[in-house]
């Protein structure tokens, strides 16, 4: 652990996952971290920070649940506050009210999902929000963080190898080698540098392809989305059967497939 330990120090950014903060060994390893600037990504599956202000919910009896769980809350705050780690999404969206998670059963939405980072680092980041609650009971916070002064490695490219089941795609590809081959032969040019070019060609092709599959990909979930995001706030704030039904239709029309 203290290998461990002094290699996560040495980093700028270090990330760790306290999934139960009652294990006092990974508390005092977290502490020992608190020089550096930290980023943590924990799902504490409980509402830790403000009870009030992390958990709605219409069937439970408050003040039973916030007495059950006041232990936790105490220690998880001490653990924050040691540490001195903020709350990304809140910070930069204070009276905003959103949440993670929704349970049916009780009818009640929380948020169980928290991105923290040292005051260290807050400045770099450049995004918080959480994403809708699209596809199950949960969601994420999504955070943009800039890390100055980092080089970038240097990117190794491989097939994907998912785009060959797709007939069209290999369509593409056939022709592409086709059109290499009829456009660059030669008996002036050598076949092993023929060969060694259109390496880079058909690669070149093979990056457009996926780009533009990954770009359609990517256009095709923002829309879903968009389509869930009204529906959502709108029961958080407001969780009720008439909202909860028209937010479970929403998510049926999108995860339906469209013939």
Same mark, same amino acid.
């Given at each position: 652990? %203290?290998?461990?330990?002094?290699? /996560?120090?040495?980093?700028e950014?270090?990330n760790?996952?306290?999934k139960n903060? !009652?294990?006092? #060994?990974?508390?005092?390893?977290?502490?020992a971290?608190?020089?550096?600037?930290?980023?943590?990504?924990?799902d504490?599956?409980?509402?830790?920070?403000? $009870?009030?202000?992390?958990?709605?919910t219409?069937? &439970?009896?408050?003040a039973?649940?916030?007495?059950? *769980?006041? !232990? @936790?809350?105490?220690?998880?705050?001490?653990?924050?506050?040691?540490l001195?780690? &903020?709350?990304?999404?809140?910070?930069?969206?204070?009276?905003?009210?959103?949440?993670?998670?929704?349970?049916a059963p009780?009818?009640? @939405?929380?948020?169980?999902?928290?991105v923290?980072?040292?005051?260290?680092a807050?400045?770099?980041?450049?995004?918080?929000?959480?994403?809708?609650?699209?596809?199950?009971?949960?969601?994420?916070?999504?955070?943009?963080? @800039? =890390? $100055?002064?980092r080089?970038?490695?240097?990117?190794?490219?491989? /097939?994907? +190898?998912?785009?060959?089941?797709?007939?069209? /795609?290999?369509?593409? =590809?056939?022709? %592409?080698? +086709?059109?290499?081959?009829?456009?660059n !032969?030669?008996?002036? /040019?050598?076949?092993?540098?023929?060969?060694?070019a @259109?390496?880079?060609?058909?690669?070149?092709?093979?990056?457009?392809?996926?780009?533009?599959?990954?770009?359609?990909?990517? #256009?095709?979930?923002?829309?879903?989305?968009?389509e869930?995001?009204? $529906?959502?706030?709108?029961?958080k !704030?407001? $969780?009720?059967?008439?909202? *909860? +039904?028209? *937010?479970?239709?929403?998510?049926? #029309?999108?995860?339906t497939?469209?013939?």
């Amino acid at each position: 652990m %203290a290998n461990t330990k002094q290699r /996560l120090a040495q980093k700028e950014v270090g990330n760790f996952f306290m999934k139960n903060p !009652l294990e006092s #060994n990974k508390t005092q390893d977290g502490a020992a971290l608190s020089g550096t600037a930290v980023s943590t990504d924990p799902d504490f599956r409980i509402c830790k920070v403000s $009870p009030k202000d992390d958990l709605y919910t219409v069937k &439970i009896d408050k003040a039973q649940l916030f007495q059950l *769980l006041h !232990l @936790h809350f105490t220690i998880l705050n001490n653990i924050i506050k040691y540490l001195a780690l &903020i709350n990304v999404w809140r910070c930069l969206h204070p009276r905003t009210r959103d949440f993670t998670f929704y349970s049916a059963p009780h009818n009640s @939405h929380s948020r169980i999902a928290y991105v923290y980072v040292s005051q260290s680092a807050i400045s770099n980041v450049t995004e918080a929000k959480i994403v809708p609650i699209a596809w199950s009971d949960h969601t994420s916070v999504f955070v943009s963080l @800039h =890390i $100055p002064d980092r080089l970038q490695g240097k990117h190794l490219w491989r /097939l994907k +190898e998912s785009i060959l089941s797709d007939g069209a /795609l290999c369509s593409k =590809i056939t022709d %592409a080698f +086709e059109n290499y081959w009829i456009d660059n !032969l030669d008996e002036s /040019l050598s076949i092993s540098m023929l060969w060694a070019a @259109h390496k880079s060609t058909i690669c070149g092709v093979l990056i457009s392809i996926v780009a533009h599959k990954n770009k359609v990909f990517r #256009n095709q979930i923002l829309s879903l989305e968009r389509e869930v995001t009204n $529906p959502d706030q709108t029961h958080k !704030l407001n $969780p009720n059967p008439q909202s *909860l +039904e028209s *937010l479970m239709q929403d998510r049926q #029309n999108i995860t339906t497939p469209k013939s």
